[in-house]
C-alpha cells in the first residue's frame, strides 16, 4: 500500500479500481446456476408439474423470493464446515433457535400465542397441588392418657360406655367443653399456648391459629369460626373415683343452617349434652335442640357454659349473678316441659346441671365443689348432702355455723352465692389484679402450686393455669353423665322404640337385646367424606352384633324402613367391609372390630347410600328391616345450576352426588 494514494485522514485517492467488472461476474455466475438448476428439475417434473410451472409466472413475488432463500439454504448445506464458517449468511436465512419441533417433538402439541394470556404471578407449569380439606393426618395418632387399646377394650363393655351429644345455640361453647375434655385426655400442645377466648365477639375480630376447636376438622369451619358438620370424639375418661368410662361424644353445630347434622348427631346418642350461654339463655337454637331430643326421647343434661363473662364482662355481683344462672335454669325447664312433661327437672341439686368455663379450665357440679370443700375441711360432711344445700333459697347463717331455710339476718347470703361464687370471684380478683409475689402465698394455700414462668403469663392464660390445677380434671362433667344419662344397654329398649317401625319384629328385638352375638344391626347416621372429598366413610352405630374388616353385608336403603310398603329388591345391596375405625376428630383408630353400643366408621359400604342406611349380615337373614329415616327440616333454599361448559356435566353431576352425601338434608333432582 502507498502512502502516496491515500490522504491524511485515511481516505482512498488513488485510481479507480474496476470492481463493478467482478461484481458483475461473480452475479452472472450465480444466476448462471440457478438457471441450471432449475432446468434439471423442469426436466424431471412430471406433466402435471409442467403444467403448474407454466402457471408459475402468475405467483406472487413473495413465493419466488421463499424459493430462491430456499434453494441459497441447499447451496450452504453442502458445502464444507470451512467454507460454512466464511459463507456470508442473509439475515432472513439465519437460524437462531431451533424450532418448536425440534426440542419437543413432532407427538408434542405446541400452542403459540401471540399475547400472554398468563398472569406475571403465575408460573407457566404450575405444580401438583394436592386437595386437602381437613386439618392434620388421620393415621397420626397422638400421645394420649389411656392406651389405645384400653379404649377399644372398654367399648366391648356397652354398660361402661356413654355416647353423648353436644347440643345448643351458636357460640354457646360446645366445642370448647369438648376441648376441656380432650385437652385432659391428649397431649395437646395447641391448647396449652394458646390464650383463652372469652366471647365470640373477640374470636371473630381476632382469630386465633392455634384456639381452634380440636372437633373442627375441615378448613373451611376454621376459616369461618364456626362448626359445620358434626364431628364424633372417642376417648377414655375417668369421674372423681378415678374410675374409667369410655365417652363417645357428638360436637353438633349450632347454626340453624346445619341443623340436619344435629338430627344426625342424636341418631347416634343416648343422651344429651345441652349448652347454654350464662348471659345469653335460653336461644331458638336451644329451644330446636331441645324438642329434637325430646322427639328422639333422649334424656338431657344442662351445662351453663361462659360463667367468667358474668366477672368479667356483666361484673355483676354475687348476688345478681345468682339470680341470673336461676333464670337460665328455669328457662331450660319451661322450654323441657312445653314440649315433654315427663322429662325430669333440671335442677342443680339433682345432680344433672354444671357450671363451666372451659375457655379457663374448669367445670364443676355441686357435687365437685362439695368435694373441694370437704377434702380441704378434713372432716366427715358427706358431700352428697352438702351438695343438696347449696342451691336455692337456702341460707348459711355464720352465727350458728348452720344452714336455715329462712332468712334470719337480711344481709345472710345464700350458701351458693356463699360457698361457690364469692370464692369464685375472689380467685378472678386476685389473679387478675395482684403481683407475683401477692399472688403466689394465696394460691398456694389454696393448693394451687405453678412454676415461676407461669406467674408472667398474662392474665388469661395465668387463670387457665389457675383454675386447671383448682378443679383438676372435669370430672364432675363426667359424674354427671354417667349417673344422669343412660348406657347403651339401660336404653336399648328405648332406641328399638324410637328407630324400629315394628316394635315386635325381629329388628326391634335384636335392638333391644343389644348384644354382640347377635345379628348385626348397624343405623347410618351420615357419612364422612376423605381428606381429599373424593371418597367417603360412613359413620354409624352397632346397635346389635359385631362387624369386622373383611365382613360380607348387606345395605339396606331406606325403603326398608316401612315394614307396609314394598321393598325394592334393588334397594338391597351386598357389599364388602373395606376398613373398619373409631372416629377420633382428628385422627382415627384403626381397629379388626367393633360390638353392640359402640360407634363405627367404615369403608368400602358407601356407593349405594344417598343419606341414610341399615347395614346387616349378609349371611344372616333375620334381620330384614330398616331403621327409621333422619327427621329432617323442610330445605328453604333451591338453587338451579348448570356447568359452564355443557362437556364438564358428568363432573357437576359427580359433585351433586358427594353434596348429597355429605349433607343430610340436601336434595339434588
Not at 248 to 270: C, K, S, W
Not at 348 to 374: H, K, W
Not at 536 to 548: D, K
Request: charged share 25%; proline share 5%; net charge negative.
Amino acid at each position: 500500500m502507498e502512502d502516496s494514494q491515500y490522504d491524511e485522514f485515511g481516505n482512498y485517492i488513488g485510481p479507480e479500481l474496476d470492481s463493478s467488472s467482478s461484481s458483475e461476474d461473480e452475479q452472472q455466475d450465480v444466476e448462471d446456476e440457478q438457471t441450471d438448476r432449475m432446468q434439471q428439475r423442469q426436466a424431471s417434473a412430471s406433466p402435471s408439474d409442467a403444467e403448474d410451472d407454466e402457471n408459475a409466472e402468475e405467483e406472487s413475488p413473495d413465493k419466488a423470493q421463499n424459493l430462491m432463500a430456499m434453494m441459497r439454504r441447499v447451496d450452504i448445506a453442502k458445502q464444507s464446515p470451512q467454507t460454512q464458517q466464511n459463507q456470508i449468511v442473509l439475515h432472513e436465512d439465519k437460524v437462531y433457535y431451533p424450532s418448536a419441533e425440534q426440542v419437543f417433538g413432532e407427538d408434542v402439541e405446541i400452542l403459540v400465542q401471540e399475547e400472554d394470556a398468563q398472569a406475571l404471578d403465575e408460573p407457566i407449569i404450575a405444580p401438583i397441588k394436592t386437595r386437602k380439606f381437613t386439618v392434620g393426618d388421620a393415621d397420626d395418632l397422638p400421645q394420649t392418657t389411656y392406651a389405645k387399646e384400653f379404649l377399644v377394650d372398654l367399648l366391648g363393655h356397652p354398660s361402661f360406655v356413654r355416647n353423648l351429644a353436644v347440643v345448643g345455640h351458636l357460640h354457646h361453647g360446645k366445642t370448647t367443653l369438648v376441648d376441656l375434655l380432650v385437652a385432659a385426655t391428649h397431649e395437646w400442645n395447641e391448647w396449652d399456648v394458646a390464650t383463652p377466648i372469652g366471647t365470640p365477639v373477640v374470636k371473630m375480630a381476632k382469630p386465633n391459629q392455634k384456639a381452634f376447636g380440636f372437633t373442627d376438622t375441615l378448613q373451611l369451619e376454621r376459616q369461618r369460626g364456626v362448626s359445620l358438620k358434626t364431628t364424633a370424639m372417642s376417648m377414655v375418661v375417668q369421674d372423681s373415683r378415678e374410675k374409667s368410662w369410655a365417652f363417645n361424644i357428638a360436637d353438633t353445630p349450632g347454626h340453624a343452617d346445619f341443623f340436619d347434622e344435629v338430627e344426625a348427631g342424636l341418631r347416634l346418642a343416648d343422651g344429651v349434652i345441652l349448652a347454654v350461654d350464662a348471659i345469653e339463655g335460653v336461644m331458638s337454637g336451644t329451644r330446636r335442640a331441645i324438642a329434637s331430643a325430646l322427639r328422639e326421647n333422649l334424656r338431657i343434661t344442662l351445662v351453663i357454659t361462659k360463667v367468667d363473662r358474668l366477672i368479667l364482662e356483666l361484673r355483676l355481683p354475687p348476688a345478681d349473678a345468682y339470680h341470673k344462672l336461676r333464670l337460665t335454669v328455669e328457662e331450660v325447664n319451661q322450654a323441657i316441659h312445653s314440649h315433654h312433661t315427663d322429662h325430669p327437672r333440671i335442677s342443680p341439686e339433682r345432680g344433672n346441671v354444671c357450671f363451666a368455663s372451659a375457655s379457663y379450665g374448669f367445670c364443676f357440679t355441686l357435687d365437685a365443689f362439695a368435694r373441694q370443700y370437704t377434702r380441704r375441711w378434713q372432716n366427715s360432711v358427706d358431700p352428697r348432702e352438702l351438695a343438696k344445700r347449696l342451691w336455692g333459697d337456702v341460707y348459711y347463717s355464720v352465727e350458728r355455723n348452720a344452714f336455715v331455710r329462712k332468712r334470719v339476718d337480711p344481709n345472710a347470703p345464700r350458701s351458693f352465692v356463699h360457698f361457690v361464687l364469692e370464692p369464685l370471684y375472689k380467685m378472678f380478683a386476685h389473679i387478675t389484679g395482684e403481683d407475683a409475689p401477692k399472688l403466689r402465698p394465696l394460691l398456694e394455700s389454696l393448693g394451687v402450686r405453678l412454676r415461676a414462668k407461669d406467674y408472667e403469663l398474662n392474665a388469661r392464660m395465668l387463670l387457665r393455669r389457675a383454675f386447671g390445677q383448682f378443679f383438676g380434671p372435669p370430672a364432675g362433667l363426667v359424674d354427671m353423665c354417667v349417673q344422669q344419662l343412660p348406657s347403651p344397654v339401660v336404653n336399648a329398649e328405648a332406641t328399638a322404640a324410637r328407630l324400629a317401625a315394628d316394635t315386635k319384629g325381629p329388628l326391634a328385638q335384636a335392638i333391644t337385646a343389644c348384644e354382640a352375638t347377635g345379628p348385626l344391626v348397624i343405623a347410618v347416621a351420615k357419612q364422612i367424606a376423605a381428606a381429599d372429598g373424593q371418597s367417603f366413610y360412613v359413620l354409624g352405630r352397632i346397635l346389635s352384633g359385631a362387624v369386622t374388616d373383611g365382613m360380607n353385608v348387606r345395605v339396606l336403603g331406606e325403603s326398608f324402613a316401612d315394614p307396609d310398603a314394598d321393598a325394592d329388591d334393588e334397594d338391597a345391596v351386598p357389599a364388602t367391609v373395606s376398613g373398619v375405625w373409631l372416629s377420633c376428630a382428628r385422627y382415627r383408630i384403626s381397629v379388626s372390630g367393633l360390638a353392640a353400643g359402640s360407634w363405627v366408621m367404615l369403608s368400602g359400604v358407601d356407593s349405594s347410600i344417598s343419606k341414610t342406611a341399615t347395614i346387616v349380615d349378609a349371611n344372616n337373614g333375620v334381620v330384614k328391616a330398616a331403621v327409621r329415616s333422619l327427621h329432617m327440616p323442610t330445605a328453604v333454599v333451591r338453587v338451579a345450576v348448570e356447568p359452564a361448559v355443557p362437556s364438564e356435566l358428568p363432573r357437576m353431576l359427580h359433585g351433586l352426588r358427594g353434596i348429597s352425601k355429605t349433607y343430610p338434608a340436601s336434595q339434588t333432582r
